[in-house]
């Protein structure tokens, strides 16, 4: 089973991830490929895969990779090889990805894995207070850059199959598991 947590930057995909990883046996996450460079934090292979833009580039060119995007002027992509074995290994994979990946992979994989995506909701306002009190502090544009995406986000909520208002980490992340659980037994009837 796949399970795909979405939404602007800042409304705390990853934390719920970590969250998600160390809480529950048999979850792993699915870190995405990028050309941007790590920030304070990022761990190679754990984070994101980091590779240089022309690495990247051939990824794309030796159809390497399931989806990729670009965001704040860089890349980002799902390795084909990596979700597959991640897949057959029968893990639950957790990915955060934005929503054109979202669509992109429910379509690839409909026929093949379960996926269930779920989108986190945070009022702009919150999310703006988010994002100037990151670790990785950054730029008033890059914050600009990153809630000009909110809109559009925002519009794209019908592709998810559950949509929650992530203003409480405990109870959010609670919610997730039951979520994971249910479909879980879905999945095996």
């Known amino acids: 089973m796949l399970v795909i947590l979405s939404g602007v930057a800042g409304a705390g995909k990853d934390t719920i991830k970590k969250e ?46 399931y989806e ?21 290994s029968g893990k639950i994979i957790v990915k955060d990805i934005d929503v054109n990946g979202t669509e992109h992979l429910k379509e690839l994989l409909k026929n093949d894995t379960k996926v269930v995506t779920i989108f986190l909701r945070v009022p702009k306002k919150e999310l703006e207070e988010r994002l100037k009190n990151r670790i990785d502090k950054p730029s008033p544009a890059e914050i600009k850059l990153r809630l000009n995406r909110f809109d559009y986000e925002e519009s794209r909520i019908s592709l998810y199959d559950y949509v929650l208002k992530n203003n409480d980490l405990e109870k959010t992340v609670q919610i997730i598991m039951s979520i994971i659980e249910n479909e879980k037994r879905l999945e095996n009837k």
Not at 76 to 88: C, E, V
């Open 20 to 65: 998600l990883i160390k809480r529950m046996e048999n979850v792993e996450s699915l870190p995405s490929i990028t050309s941007r460079n790590p920030r304070p934090g990022d761990v190679d292979g754990e984070t994101y895969i980091f590779v240089d833009r022309e690495e990247f580039e051939r990824m794309i060119k030796d159809e390497e990779l």
């Open 68 to 88: 990729y995007d670009i965001h704040h002027n860089q890349y980002y992509g799902t390795s084909r090889k990596l979700l597959n074995d991640k897949i057959n």
